[in-house]
């Protein structure tokens, strides 16, 4: 039986960095993962439902029933809840509308005896007059301004550039020509051996992006296809060309759980065989490329698939992880899932089930720090999105979506559309350190999802990732000095060249623009 408490979400934005042009809500972005004795305070203190009518009984199946809920709006829900059967149980929220059922919109792990806290949300596809739960409404231009709000707060930050003379007196008038040559967050594209000996795909790469994943070429399958016979040639190469234009990589992957994907010689491997083989996996892999990756995806895809644990032991992931730190203590190792950011519809990837497996690990002594959503949509949903990484981000560890696409059900024209709405959900939430596409450009095509076609001119997901490319970059700024000798600007993290001129003299220099509240000062003497 279910106990449930209830907030309904709805606010104000307002905000230091953007001027309060809407009268809306500032979502908040307040999650736990821990079971607590006691709940929190709701949420916007209740948000637009105030002391709501339970359709049904509070113990069995509690509902409540909205009225004209419409189409343009986002809608952002939170609840705590607190069961009594002693074994812990999937709560799944979902919602009725007279066109549609939306059957997962949030769930969470409940436990007996404490209070754990769901957060969702959902967008309609028509309007409805008569739905069944609760909910937080955002208008799509509110939505956007929040995101626009936090994208000011986490990825850019105020420079003040003084120009002085060699007494330190501010120089009115100097000219100061700034430039972004470095972006700090990495964003990057899968790639396949097809952009060995590809100039015009090596271009078209390294114009836009900062970092990269080898598609395949660095599985397991790739690279010892036939027992014995090791063979790192493509991904050698592949290495090389990264490390010679400065893109930073992820190592994907050392594992992978699903049978479908290990090599047919190891499936037919048993015990002390089989620990032999992987242990030799890891050591020629890492060994290698030890400091080439920043990341490692050591065992993927683990929370659906467990081929390792059920031939080896529940303690093999414990090892994966204790021999590929021990073998490159400086790559940060990544648990890489689909079907948490996506959905909430599969019970063996919700975001608690993947919170818990990491604590999991933890407690049994693995050195994992990274979170690694890989985003494969069909329809995103933006609030339900925004929820799952709320939670995660409660861990303090870094989150990458690691192979965003969407699904090639759609055309080409809805992908992007859809595209756009991940890539601003991902790059505005403060707790995403990155992003990777999985777009990797392949003799027939792509796997999901292209931005380009075989020419390299731009389809309407690439025209999608250009266009966002452009908008989240400070680009070129030209501009003179203040009575004080100051010229101000707000930028993208990174790192920038700056052109001083003030008569005759001409000064250059360089500096880095970190995460940081406070305005980062730069000082130049002429």
């Known amino acids: ?13 307002c905000t230091d960095s953007l001027p309060a042009i809407l009268d809306g809500p500032l979502y908040d972005s307040s999650a736990y993962t821990e079971c607590k004795l006691q709940p929190e305070k709701p949420l916007y203190n209740g948000g637009i439902l105030n002391n709501p009518l339970l359709n049904g009984d509070r113990i069995h199946s509690p509902s409540f029933v909205l009225q004209n809920l419409d189409n343009a709006t986002k809608y952002c829900f939170s609840i705590w809840i607190k069961i009594k059967e002693p074994e812990p149980a999937l709560v799944r929220a979902s919602l009725v509308t007279e066109a549609t059922t939306l059957n997962c919109i949030g769930t969470v792990i409940a436990k007996e005896g404490c209070w754990s806290f769901l957060k969702g ?39 003040n550039i003084h120009i002085s003379d060699k007494k330190g007196i501010g120089l009115k008038g100097a000219g100061v020509r700034v430039e972004l040559v470095s972006k700090d967050f990495p964003f990057g594209s899968a790639i396949a051996s097809t952009i060995l000996g590809n100039s015009l795909y090596q271009k078209w790469f390294v114009e836009r992006f900062n970092a990269a994943v080898f598609e395949n070429e660095l599985k397991w399958d790739a690279t010892e296809h036939t027992q014995g016979q090791l063979n790192y040639t493509i991904p050698d190469q592949m290495v090389e060309f990264v490390r010679s234009n400065q893109i930073i990589a992820r190592g994907h992957n050392i594992f992978w759980e699903n049978p479908k994907y290990i090599p047919k010689w190891v499936l037919n491997l048993t015990g002390s065989d089989l620990e032999s083989a992987v242990e030799s996996r890891i050591e020629s892999l890492m060994n290698k490329y030890k400091e080439e990756f920043i990341h490692w995806d050591v065992s993927n895809e683990m929370l659906h698939y467990d081929f390792y644990e059920k031939n080896l032991g529940p303690n093999a992931t414990l090892r994966f992880f204790g021999s590929a730190h021990r073998a ?10 689909f ?14 089930t993947y919170v818990s497996r990491m604590r999991e690990l ?50 080409k024209e809805t992908q992007a559309i859809y595209l756009e709405e991940v890539l601003r959900e991902g790059y505005s939430h403060p707790a995403v350190d990155g992003i990777i596409l999985w777009t990797a450009l392949r003799r027939g095509g792509c796997y999901q999802m292209c931005l380009t076609d075989g020419d390299f001119n731009n389809l309407p997901a690439g025209e999608t990732v250009d266009n966002l490319l452009k908008e989240w970059d400070t680009g070129i700024l030209n501009g003179q000095t203040d009575e004080h000798g ?4 707000f930028g993208f993290l990174g790192e920038y060249k700056v052109t001083a001129k003030y008569g005759n003299d001409t000064f250059g220099s360089t500096f880095s623009l970190p995460r940081g509240q406070e305005t980062k000062q730069f000082n130049i003497q002429m």
């Open 1 to 13: 039986m279910y106990i449930y408490t209830y907030t309904i979400c709805i606010c104000c934005i």
């Open 121 to 159: 949300g959902f967008v309609l596809s028509s309007p409805s007059y008569l739905s069944t739960l609760y909910i937080q409404p955002f208008t799509d231009q509110q939505w956007r301004l929040n995101q626009e709000t936090k994208i000011n707060q986490a990825r850019k930050r105020a420079v």
């Open 328 to 337: 490159d203590p400086l790559a940060t190792l990544f648990m890489n899932e």
């Open 339 to 352: 079907n948490v950011v996506e959905t909430c519809m599969d019970a063996d990837s919700t975001v608690d």
């Open 362 to 411: 933890k407690m049994g002594g693995v050195s994992m720090d990274g979170i690694g959503l890989q985003g494969h949509f069909d329809v995103p949903n933006s609030p339900l999105m925004r929820g799952v990484l709320d939670k995660l981000a409660t861990l303090g560890l870094p989150i990458w979506l690691t192979e965003v696409d969407i699904s090639n059900k759609f055309n």
């Open 486 to 489: 100051s010229y101000t600007f």
